[in-house]
């Protein structure tokens, strides 16, 4: 009787108060950041996304609604079957609400995948993939970086013009091959010239036939259509052979603060690329990066900023929604602007993408930096809507 | 000599059997546990960890191109289901074929040295082939082929419900583990065996011995084409990943952790291999390095693999 009492007791009990608990699953809020921790990315995002994350969990107190935000994260080798199983894993057993991060292409398309199918959100901030945004849309992912128009259209305003000679080395990869016919396209529309272009393939060491090509072709700008070793190679070689004391320029369409750093600044200077966040850009950057310094012992890089901003508007999404239910939340992350220490003026576009200002960054000259992470200079920003792709181009039928 | 043999053959056959339906059951009840994802990745590495062993283990023969089968059989099981629209069954079948193809042509080349050579020979072929992968437009480079659709397989069996598709999985698994242990046990196995331990022996005794040699290597890539071809449909990606020599040296990994030359070394080996890539990935960077040690303690301390240890501790065949 005591048993049956106290059962319908406490099943009241649970009537009136879990009401306010079901609002939130599984009484906590879980933010899952899944990267790769030990290979090519693991500077960009790796550990210190995760140090990110948890900033943002600060930023909102550490709880939302009275219950506790924690943060998870995996490796997942910048392979999609492990990252598909830790997806599932995480949204199907472990109660995790988002997932953030996710460089590499394929991995980050197959986790977009994981989320449309199990109608949970994710937010890719480490990697442009244009599809997921167009063909591969879907109703709970989006995408915090540039895409490859924002990165065409901020170079070729800048640089681009009139009668500007411009030569590729681009990766033999499909991706890479993609950004260079859309730089291509923009560099035309504006009045420039391509006098020639090569494919190089991954991982090769030699770079000289394509850079005398390069040299011979008596272009303005050198773009390279390249990532991560290649990328460094193939500036420390053009330095070996005067490309840039001869007065041509390199252009990195796809660089990152770490590869300036690896480079050194005597090989990197005047290199001119873009990127949704520096941390030197203004003061509430830098008070950021600050922050993320203390706990993290370096500079903050893109990928870094950008998890902070996914995460923070999540959070604060969830916070006006009442509910982390999946389809509340993407509504209210539309309804609000994006504005935080990195990324201002921010908007999230029913495509998924989150349109933002965008900067284009030069490297700076031996002489001019003052402290290890002070690296480049911001030549110009971009407002949002005049470099991505507009919603009108789109391939997604969601929009 | 046949009644020498036969009465341990089929008293090892018994035990071998109720293990065989433990494990069984237990793949049949564990989606109350896990989530059927990661037991679907589990089953087709089972599978190629089996292929691998009829080579490697019986018949002596180390390839380091493995990837090469289990890629190239993903690409074109995606394909089929992707862009012919052909149903799951017949992608398999398509993909199994393409599979046992290449062996074909791999084996005549191969086979012709031994030893380290042999080992480096499959290695360079299967690069040639992973090469062809990044550059061939059908597969997509970086990309692969994604969202690959499941189908329906006999008309019968809706494979984009997760359940249904487990038991398939588990069914086409346990049927291609089947045929491999029948292979084994087989007089053609006690052959591959005798040519692996003393080759000469093999020809003077009137064998043709590459004969027998070359219908391994086909074999073990057929049924490693099957794995592969499962794995783009569970996941419905086929990338780079699955062609590449990281996931020939995962066949290698698997086969010594579970045990080479066992029968249940696969099965053991597989699960090894997805609980470390999986339930410690929350390690970051430490997933590498567990990796490599589990890899470097299995050669030094246990030889013969978990299951090959166990075997020897109790003194049967397993």
Redesign the interface.
Known sequence: MRKLTSAITSALVFLVCGHAFAQLSDNVVKIGVLND??GPF?DLG??GSVIAARLAAEDVGGAILGVPVTV???????????A???A??WF??DAVDIIVDLPA??VA??VH?VGRTNRKITIVTATSADALTNE?CSPTGLAWRYDYNAMSKVFTSALGGKDTKWFFITL????AVDLESKMSHFIREVGGKIVGSVRH??NVGDFSSFLLQAKASGADYIALATAGGDLINVIKQASEFGIVRGGQKLVGLSMQLTDVRSLGLPLAQKLSFVQSFYWDADDTSRAWAKRFQEKAGRAPTEGHALVYSATLHYLNAVKAAGTDEPMAVMAKMRERPVQDSAVSKGVVRTDGRMVHDILLVEVKESGQSSSEWDLLKVVKRVPGNEAFQPLVESKCPLK | MANLVAPTLSSSLRYQSWIFAIVLLAYAVAPLV??P??LM?ALCLTLFAASFNLLAGHAGLLSFGHAAFFGLAAYVSAHAAKVWAWPPEFALLGATAAAALLGLVFGVLAIRRQGIYFAMITLALAQMVY?YA??APWM?????I??VPQGVMFGLFDLSHQLTLYFVVLAVATAGCLFIYRVVKSPFGQVLRSIRDNENRAISLGYRVDRYKLIAFVLSAAFSGLAGAM?AIV???A?L??ISWMTSGDAVLMTLVGGIGTVFGPVIGALVL?LI??RL?????W??TIHGVVFVLCILVFPRGIVGGVSRLIKKPL
């Open positions: 921790q030990s693991a790796g550990p998870v994260s995996a490796d997942h080798q910048n392979k999609a079957d492990i598909s199983n830790i599932t894993r199907q057993s292409g394929p398309s197959a995948g591969q033999d990869f499909a991706v393939p991954p | 896990t989530h994802l990661f990745q090469f990044v550059k997509h480079g970086e990309d692969g994604q969202n794995k996941v419905q990606l990338s990943t699955d997805v890539q999986d990935a929350h390690l970051g960077s997933v590498m």
